[in-house]
């Protein structure tokens, strides 16, 4: 991993999660980017200070952003994928439920994510190899045997209504087999939460890389198994994933194999 690059990634996810908190459940400027896909004035201050500091740290790094897609650096080697705000939804009616996430991708591997749970001031941090961390302590994933004994969380695309996937067959199907599935709105708490051991596992489709980076590597790092959907390797560049404790993996994609 590039020298000094989480620490960087660390200050620039803080000071985002500080512009948050400091707007949280205040009048926001707030756009449409599709019928329920939200973009706030938030979320723009939050990616402009995060490419800031990160800019500063390593021009030379490109920076794919959610709202700005990938400006700045030339390297072909490394880059940045941020969301600035992971939940805006959340956000924009003032449930504390969303992050900062931060992933260094170098020659197309996730090396470092940065997740940081802003209103409860949590840092989520993982290098490849490294292990993973809650505010520097080691966490790691449950060790929950049955699907019938867990708790899982998934989510939903913002193009749910068109979407010709069997989204809602899995969820109900999934609801019926495991002991509880909850929806936070926020892909990358999800997953950091799979390897803090509070979920068991979570699945979603059509997410984007910004959303799953970062939260992918640090369930891997805590001891937890990320694929897609179908079983094959995980690729943050391709929407799906499945991200659980390990124990459950088999029995949970089994399920989900019948409707998406
Ligand atoms: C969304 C959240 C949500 C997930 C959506 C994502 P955003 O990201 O992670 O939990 O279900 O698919 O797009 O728009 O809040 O950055
Ligand atoms: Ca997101
Ligand atoms: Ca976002």
């Not at 495991?178 to 997953?191: F, N």
């Not at 799953?212 to 094959?232: K, Q, Y």
């Amino acid at each position: 991993m590039l020298d000094g690059a989480l620490d960087v990634a660390i200050k620039a996810a803080k000071e985002a999660g500080e512009i948050q908190r400091e707007r949280f459940d205040s009048a926001l400027e707030i756009k449409k980017k599709g019928i329920v896909d939200l973009v706030t004035d938030v979320d723009i201050a939050c990616e402009e200070r995060i490419r800031e500091i990160l800019g500063a740290a390593f021009p030379d790094l490109p920076v794919l952003g959610e709202e700005e897609g990938e400006l700045g650096g030339t390297s072909t080697e490394a880059r940045w994928i941020v969301d600035p705000i992971d939940g805006t939804t959340n956000f924009a009616h003032s449930i504390p439920i969303f992050c900062s996430v931060i992933a260094l991708e170098e020659a197309g591997e996730i090396t470092a994510g940065v997740i940081y749970e802003t209103m409860g001031d949590r840092l989520y941090t993982a290098t490849k190899g490294g292990g993973a961390f809650m505010n520097g302590e080691p966490i790691s994933v449950t060790s929950t045997g049955a699907l019938v004994d867990s708790l899982l969380a998934t989510g939903f695309p913002y193009d749910n209504r068109t979407n010709p996937r069997d989204i809602f067959g899995a969820f109900a199907a999934t609801h019926k087999s495991c002991r509880g599935l909850r929806r936070l709105g926020s892909a990358a708490i999800d997953l950091a939460y799979v390897a803090r051991g509070i979920f068991d596992g979570f699945w979603e489709i059509g997410l984007m890389p910004w959303d799953m980076a970062a939260g992918a590597l640090l369930v891997a790092e805590a001891g937890g198994v990320v694929t897609r959907i179908d079983g094959g390797p995980f690729d943050h560049m391709r929407g799906d994933i499945v991200a659980t404790n390990g124990a459950i993996h088999e029995e949970l994609l089994k399920v989900l194999s019948g409707y998406l």
